[in-house]
T-cell receptor, first 115, second 113 residues
Framework: SAVISQKPSRDICQRGTSLTIQCQVD?????MFWYRQQPGQSLTLIAT?????????ESGFVIDKFPISRPNLTFSTLTVSNMSPEDSSIYLC????????????FGPGTRLTVL | GDSVTQMEGPVTLSEEAFLTINCTYT??????LFWYVQYPGEGLQLLLK?????DKGSNKGFEATYRKETTSFHLEKGSVQVSDSAVYFC????????????FGAGTTVTVRA
């Protein structure tokens, strides 16, 4: 398994501002992902965070709105830019380790409320 | 594209009742299938998985069998407990080069004593 921490655990932000969410894993992992869970909804993949290169975004998500960094094999950040109330969601980091094919482990999530 | 259709909730049961949550999928190739669980106030946890047809995943008394002929992966537990109250998500992942998990809508299960 993997122990994943996210900061902050929750935040309340004003529209038009930006928030950066951090994801830290206790060991090196091959893959890191960012998901969004809107209120009462399921999880949707935002992007795959690639170490040393630009993230790979899913349809409907763009780098200008959700810039992602992954400077090493244990850490990634997701920024939610120019926020609006529609960005109010839980943002989750997940990881997959080499040798643990087909098992993604999820962080505790960051609950974001935009006023 | 790949998709998962999951039985809508909420589902309310009494302790020791039988639980079934239906899940069907649409995918090209040979996906892997998962059930994740989200207990109140906690993060998402992998409950069980199956990677090929006829595989049965099991954990904590829950079972699900990968049925290719009916494209289904229904979750079952013979005798639920109050501690099983949670949101359950069915998910699939495409072929070996596809890391994306596609989730169902989630089913909220409440077990009453």
């Amino acid at each position: 398994s993997a122990v994943i921490s996210q900061k902050p655990s929750r935040d309340i932000c004003q529209r038009g501002t930006s928030l950066t969410i951090q994801c830290q894993v206790d060991s090196q992992v091959t893959m890191m992902f960012w998901y969004r869970q809107q209120p009462g909804q399921s999880l949707t993949l935002i992007a795959t965070a690639n170490q040393g290169s630009e993230a790979t975004y899913e349809s409907g998500f763009v780098i200008d709105k959700f810039p992602i960094s992954r400077p090493n094999l244990t850490f990634s950040t997701l920024t939610v830019s120019n926020m609006s109330p529609e960005d109010s969601s839980i943002y989750l980091c997940s990881v997959e380790k080499a040798g643990a094919y087909n098992e993604q482990f999820f962080g505790p999530g960051t609950r974001l409320t935009v006023l | 594209g790949d998709s998962v259709t999951q039985m809508e909730g909420p589902v309310t049961l009494s302790e020791e009742a039988f639980l079934t949550i239906n899940c069907t999928y649409t995918a090209t190739g040979y996906p892997s299938l998962f059930w994740y669980v989200q207990y109140p106030g906690e993060g998402l946890q992998l409950l069980l998985k199956a990677t090929k047809a006829d595989d049965k995943g099991s954990n904590k008394g829950f079972e699900a069998t990968y049925r290719k002929e009916t494209t289904s992966f229904h979750l079952e537990k013979g005798s639920v407990q109050v501690s099983d109250s949670a949101v359950y998500f069915c998910a699939l992942r495409g072929g070996s080069n596809d890391y994306k998990l596609s989730f169902g809508a989630g089913t909220t299960v409440t077990v009453r004593a």
